[in-house]
């Protein structure tokens, strides 16, 4: 509202007298209109300073009194750049946060006194960002500006005479010699109500900022804001500090310019990059703060403003013009060339204003003329104005012929409102930019050069206005009107392959791409479907399914012989991972590499890699393999032959080998060997777990698909191995000798047994330890077993609906070979998965009875599932195994759906991960760690290929291969950990001779029995010497875990550790099995005092375990027993009573 008051008083309404003579009258005047009938007053924006305001009302004066004209001050700007957004059209120009650009119609058409060259980058960027829009420069005012930084005369002086300091140079202000904040005011003088806040002014300009940081380095001075914005960084939100002030403001000297920002980046380079101590800040009231605080300012001339302070203007080194243009403003600024702007669509809507702003010119004097007998006289703008038009009449040379119609115009007769082709009477002419539809059409009269607005002729239009010449009608249009303002597309079923045509030409097939057909072959089909009628007369577009690419005007011969007449592009094609044949090419099958494309390149149809052959590229010919490094079927060599004979012979003797390490006397401790087997067996379990990952149907980075395919060996796909080269093409073969595989080691085991019976007593295979041997083997391949039994189960959908098997793609789901496949895998999962975990799960139900009722032969059949787990977590082996066929499952079930897939494996891992940490159950301290980091890093490896399940490009494919190559080295590096400490425990017991734990398996020292068998009379002493309520009033106030950690020491005193014959009954009730169980028989022995017997059972506890963390003694890992009597024990009770007591208590 300030402004429409200052508006009011500066521009006085025009209500009676004018100020020329002849004046057009106010009622006469005209309105703009627009092409939506819209009418308005022409738009003056002015510039908030004095040249601005008194040249604009000039011009106000001439359009409405001589041109008659509406005419209307708008603004002030607070800068050019305002100046350019206001002629933009846009709705807040001095918004530097949001202008409100975006606009139609712009109501601001003329601005005088444009500083331009200072922002000759943003000047480019509105002419690129809004060409349709862009204001025009139409030339200079007739002089130059100048804008710099100044100081008053008396500060120059006085700092002078003081010490010498030449403030009127740049190199004066340098901090490092200067200290010019002492002839200023303090910067804390300086009312912050006078400055505007930074974020309303051009330290929000990012663009301008970025050049700062770019040619200063500063990053302290600038910062980037959430919404992406570089803002200048203001500590109290009003003033930016210059680097060498920054920690010290009382060193700052206060500079203050005005609008949003005038020369704002330029004093921003200009102070970091010399040094000068400097505090920068926008004025509200520019014009008077530096009169009232003595600052450093921003003036520019011709200007009055400051005249009084007799400025002294500051010293920078001279302009460079490539520096200035690319950015780099350290260097002082160019004299301005003063211009005028025009808003684009001035031309069009009256030319004659243009032309009066273009002819406009005055001299420097002429204008600080004005400036001066306004400050003399104290008269208003408009009355200087005046004063000056009737006092000079060269002005009247600025007023154009309004007849002389430019190229893009033509003569308009106000009287009749139309176009006309001549000027023989020019009282009513004016000249108007051609509409749409015509053209400007150059006339030669009597009286000059001139145009004239012609109609376009059919076949040709012209769309916009202040056109030269029509355009014809392109290929796919026509029209067939005359003054047309653009061409008709053709219809669909039509063509048009003329330029130029009135009308267009019927397509035979009545089909074509689309609206505006250009030639006869555009009779095709769209994007996304294919021909498939083998011609044009009688298209039959089908729709394109997954894995075939269908441009446009696709056709089946196309497809068939990869290429086209109308061009390559127009060429239908197979995306490699996919395969069709020459028969049946829109019949499509996925390729099991899909993602590299290996096997099936795609193009034509039929087409695979090399010789491959088969419906999806799946087999290579008889006699021939598939190497995956290669990329290529190879020859079957003898020497793979005969390395699979070695192989089979290897595996056999070794299965004999394992019945002897498998098979030796186990106890509650972990050996230097013990361990050794469990790296092994960890390592076997690991490599499975990652080669079952590897057959889940989700992408793999490209770096570990070679490591997944390798690790198919542990799952006994041997395809990458030349196995065909032993067992031949035929998938169903293959799959069945895989099969075999299992019973086939069982019964090799057998016959070794019987076959044993041939040899010396000593070395006969006893019939628990080849049941144990025949359970590790099963066990230990038991994830691998479990993943080829539903093999058979995994099939994938192809495109055509048809589906495959996923190990065995050349095998179609519901064939016969198929169904062969499947009983055979339904066997091995029925008699060999299930079969031996529920065999499994029943043992490890039974085991404790069986260890407390001394059954021990049973147990030792079990050995290979119990031996590597502590004696309290005995069933933790049934978990491990339940782990190969759950991880196989989803994949089985769930082919097609990756993300179930993924989430599925997940959740296996992460329960038995939570269970592993929560019982800790190998008896190494060391396994338990590396089975927990590994569970862990395969958890993360499955959570890393969920991030393919979508497409992924860039940056962000980057970091998805990085985090599963980081997360395959860390599993890897366990697993190499486990493999040393195999090779390190073997060398340590076979050269060393060491049989003890290490220290570095254990994580710790193991005590010596002794102190602990010291330490355990010592405590049970005292606590016989307490009585029973002190006793319970000390366990009340325990916690739950400490209760536990009781319950299980007394079960593990209870078995192993206190002399129990005389009550057998109570072993029911301990949580452990007895290491008893897995000790050698006794020797007979004859009847001896007790005191031996003692002595014997003393030594057979010798293995007892020490320095173990017990486990939960939950319910749920206890068999539930039937209740003993109620029966009260005598004095002098067995440790094993004690265990029952304990136990019903637990209970």
């Given at each position: 509202m300030a402004w429409l008051v200052l508006l009011a008083v500066l521009f006085p309404a025009q209500t009676g007298a004018s100020c020329l003579p002849e004046a057009i009258d106010i009622g006469q005047r005209k309105y703009l209109t627009n092409v939506n009938g819209e009418s308005y007053p022409i738009g003056m924006w002015i510039g908030d300073w004095d040249a601005s305001f008194l040249t604009t009302h000039l011009l106000k004066i001439i359009i409405e009194e001589r041109m008659g004209f509406h005419a209307e001050a708008k603004g002030p700007g607070p800068d050019t750049l305002s100046c350019f957004y206001a002629l933009l059209g846009c709705k807040a120009p001095g918004n530097s946060s949001d202008r409100g650009c975006g606009q139609e119609v712009t109501y601001n058409h003329i601005n005088l006194e444009a500083w331009s060259e200072g922002y000759a980058n943003e000047w480019k960027l509105i002419q690129s960002r809004y060409a349709s829009m862009a204001p025009v420069d139409v030339?200079?005012?007739?002089?130059?500006?100048?804008?710099?930084?100044?100081?008053?005369q008396t500060v120059q002086s006085h700092s002078y005479h003081e010490d010498g300091t030449v403030l009127d140079f740049y190199r004066g202000w340098n901090a490092s010699w200067s200290e010019p904040s002492r002839y200023f005011d303090d910067l804390a003088a300086v009312s912050r109500d006078l400055i505007v806040p930074c974020s309303q002014t051009r330290f929000m300009a990012t663009e301008a900022n970025q050049n700062y940081l770019r040619i200063t380095g500063d990053h302290a001075g600038v910062e980037m804001l959430p919404d992406g914005t570089l803002a200048a960084i203001c500590p109290d939100g009003y003033f930016w500090l210059s680097p060498t002030c920054r920690d010290d403001s009382t060193r700052c000297v206060p500079y203050v310019t005005g609008g949003s920002g005038w020369g704002l980046e330029d004093l921003m380079q200009k102070v970091t990059s010399y040094d000068m101590p400097v505090a920068i800040g926008v004025a509200q009231s520019w014009s008077t703060l530096p009169k009232e605080v003595n600052v450093f300012f921003y003036w520019w001339v011709p200007d009055t403003t400051f005249l009084d302070l007799d400025p002294i203007e500051i010293v920078f080194p001279p302009y460079d013009f490539r520096a200035y243009t690319s950015g780099d403003k350290r260097t002082v600024a160019a004299s301005t060339a003063i211009t005028k702007i025009v808003s684009q669509d001035l031309v069009t809507l009256a030319p004659s204003v243009e032309d009066l702003v273009r002819n406009l010119r005055l001299g420097r004097n002429d204008v600080m003329n004005m400036l001066k007998d306004m400050q003399d006289t104290g008269d208003s703008y408009a009355t200087v104005a005046c004063r000056w038009l009737q006092s000079n009449p060269s002005w009247q040379d600025w007023l154009p012929d309004r007849t002389k119609c430019s190229p893009g115009f033509g003569l308009y007769d106000t009287a009749q409102d139309a176009f006309t082709g001549t000027r023989a009477d020019p009282t009513f002419l004016e000249c108007r930019a051609c509409v749409s539809g015509r053209y400007s059409s150059r006339l030669h009269d009597a009286v000059g050069i001139t145009h004239v607005c012609e109609f376009c002729a059919p076949g040709s239009s012209q769309a916009s206005g202040a056109a030269l010449q029509c355009e014809l009608c392109q290929l796919g249009k026509s029209q067939n009107i005359s003054g047309s303002q653009e061409c008709n597309r053709c219809k669909i079923g039509e063509y048009q392959d003329e330029p130029g045509s009135s009308s267009c030409k019927p397509c035979s097939g009545g089909t074509t791409l689309g609206l505006g057909s250009t030639t006869l072959q555009d009779c095709g089909c769209p994007t996304g479907f294919i021909d498939a009628s083998g011609g044009t007369a009688n298209l039959s577009c089908i729709e394109c399914g997954e894995g075939l690419d269908c441009p446009a005007l696709a056709t089946l011969q196309s497809l068939r012989s990869?290429?086209?007449?109308?061009?390559?592009?127009?060429?239908?094609?197979?995306?490699?991972?996919?395969?069709?044949?020459?028969?049946?090419?829109?019949?499509?099958?996925?390729?099991?590499?899909?993602?590299?494309?290996?096997?099936?390149?795609?193009?034509?149809?039929?087409t695979c890699t090399g010789i491959l052959n088969n419906t999806a590229c799946t087999d290579c010919p008889s006699g021939r393999h598939w190497d995956r490094s290669e990329g290529q079927c190879e020859e079957c060599t003898p020497w793979q032959q005969l390395g699979w004979i070695l192989a089979v012979a290897v595996m056999l003797a070794g299965l004999v080998m394992v019945y002897y390490m498998m098979t030796g006397q186990k106890t509650a401790k972990a050996s230097v060997l013990f361990t050794a087997t469990c790296a092994f067996g960890m390592t076997i379990s690991s490599l499975q777990s990652v080669g079952i990952i590897g057959t889940m149907t989700v992408r793999f980075?490209?770096?570990?698909?070679?490591?997944?395919?390798?690790?198919?060996?542990?799952?006994?796909?041997?395809?990458?191995?030349?196995?065909?080269?032993?067992?031949?093409?035929?998938?169903?073969?293959?799959?069945?000798?895989?099969?075999?595989?299992?019973?086939?080691?069982?019964?090799?085991?057998?016959?070794?047994?019987?076959?044993?019976?041939?040899?010396?007593?000593?070395?006969?295979?006893?019939?628990?330890?080849?049941?144990?041997?025949?359970?590790?083997?099963?066990?230990?391949?038991?994830?691998?077993?479990?993943?080829?039994?539903?093999?058979?189960?995994?099939?994938?959908?192809?495109?055509?609906?048809?589906?495959?098997?996923?190990?065995?793609?050349?095998?179609?789901?519901?064939?016969?070979?198929?169904?062969?496949?499947?009983?055979?895998?339904?066997?091995?999962?029925?008699?060999?998965?299930?079969?031996?975990?529920?065999?499994?799960?029943?043992?490890?139900?039974?085991?404790?009875?069986?260890?407390?009722?001394?059954?021990?032969?049973?147990?030792?059949?079990?050995?290979?599932?119990?031996?590597?787990?502590?004696?309290?977590?005995?069933?933790?082996?049934?978990?491990?195994?339940?782990?190969?066929?759950?991880?196989?499952?989803?994949?089985?079930?769930?082919?097609?759906?990756?993300?179930?897939?993924?989430?599925?494996?997940?959740?296996?891992?992460?329960?038995?991960?939570?269970?592993?940490?929560?019982?800790?159950?190998?008896?190494?301290?060391?396994?338990?760690?590396?089975?927990c980091f590994i569970g862990f890093c395969i958890t993360m490896l499955v959570a890393s290929n969920s991030l393919y399940l979508g497409g992924l490009e860039g940056s962000m494919k980057d970091f998805a291969d990085g985090v599963s190559s980081v997360i395959m080295s860390m599993m890897g590096a366990a697993v190499t950990l486990l493999f040393v400490m195999t090779v390190s425990a073997l060398t340590f017991r076979a050269a060393l001779g060491g049989q003890q734990e290490l220290i570095a398996f254990n994580?710790?020292?193991?005590?010596?029995?002794?102190?602990?068998?010291?330490?355990?009379?010592?405590?049970?002493?005292?606590?016989?010497?307490?009585?029973?309520?002190?006793?319970?009033?000390?366990?009340?106030?325990?916690?739950?875990?400490?209760?536990?950690?009781?319950?299980?020491?007394?079960?593990?005193?209870?078995?192993?550790?206190?002399?129990?014959?005389?009550?057998?009954?109570?072993?029911?009730?301990?949580?452990?099995?007895?290491?008893?169980?897995?000790?050698?028989?006794?020797?007979?022995?004859?009847?001896?005092?007790?005191?031996?017997?003692?002595?014997?059972?003393?030594?057979?506890?010798?293995?007892?375990?020490?320095?173990?963390?017990?486990?939960?003694?939950?319910?749920?890992?206890?068999?539930?027993?039937?209740?003993?009597?109620?029966?009260?024990?005598?004095?002098?009770?067995?440790?094993?009573?004690?265990?029952?007591?304990?136990?019903?208590?637990?209970?």
């Open positions: 030339g200079s005012m007739g002089y130059v500006g100048t804008a710099s930084f100044f100081i008053r990869g290429s086209s007449n109308l061009g390559s592009q127009f060429v239908a094609s197979i995306l490699p991972g996919f395969y069709s044949s020459m028969a049946e090419p829109l019949d499509l099958y996925r390729c099991v590499e899909a993602a590299t494309g290996t096997r099936c390149p795609g193009g034509i149809p039929a980075p490209e770096g570990l698909k070679d490591i997944y395919a390798f690790l198919q060996v542990f799952l006994l796909d041997f395809d990458n191995f030349a196995f065909s080269c032993v067992a031949g093409g035929s998938a169903p073969a293959r799959y069945i000798v895989s099969v075999l595989v299992f019973p086939g080691a069982v019964s090799w085991l057998f016959c070794c047994h019987h076959a044993s019976k041939l040899l010396p007593k000593s070395l006969r295979w006893e019939g628990s330890k080849t049941k144990s041997t025949i359970g590790a083997l099963l066990q230990l391949s038991f994830s691998t077993m479990s993943t080829i039994s539903m093999a058979p189960m995994m099939c994938f959908s192809h495109p055509n609906g048809v589906f495959s098997l996923l190990k065995y793609p050349s095998i179609t789901c519901g064939t016969e070979d198929h169904t062969v496949m499947l009983i055979f895998g339904v066997l091995l999962l029925l008699l060999g998965v299930l079969a031996f975990l529920a065999v499994c799960t029943y043992a490890v139900i039974v085991v404790p009875r069986w260890s407390s009722n001394g059954q021990h032969a049973n147990v030792k059949a079990f050995r290979f599932l119990l031996f590597r787990f502590r004696l309290d977590s005995w069933w933790f082996g049934v978990l491990l195994l339940l782990r190969g066929p759950l991880m196989a499952l989803p994949i089985a079930l769930a082919t097609d759906y990756p993300p179930v897939q993924v989430m599925s494996v997940m959740l296996v891992f992460l329960v038995v991960l939570i269970i592993q940490a929560n019982s800790w159950p190998w008896k190494v301290p060391l396994l338990n760690v590396l089975d994580l710790q020292r193991t005590p010596a029995p002794a102190l602990l068998a010291e330490a355990l009379q010592t405590m049970s002493a005292k606590l016989a010497e307490m009585d029973r309520a002190g006793l319970e009033k000390a366990l009340s106030a325990m916690g739950i875990y400490d209760n536990k950690l009781l319950l299980a020491s007394a079960s593990l005193l209870g078995t192993e550790v206190v002399p129990s014959d005389a009550d057998e009954l109570a072993r029911r009730y301990c949580f452990r099995i007895g290491s008893s169980s897995f000790a050698p028989p006794a020797p007979p022995q004859s009847p001896g005092p007790a005191k031996n017997a003692a002595t014997s059972k003393a030594e057979a506890a010798k293995e007892a375990e020490f320095g173990q963390s017990p486990s939960d003694l939950s319910p749920s890992n206890v068999r539930a027993e039937p209740e003993l009597a109620n029966t009260e024990p005598a004095e002098g009770a067995s440790g094993l009573s004690l265990c029952h007591e304990v136990q019903q208590a637990y209970i």
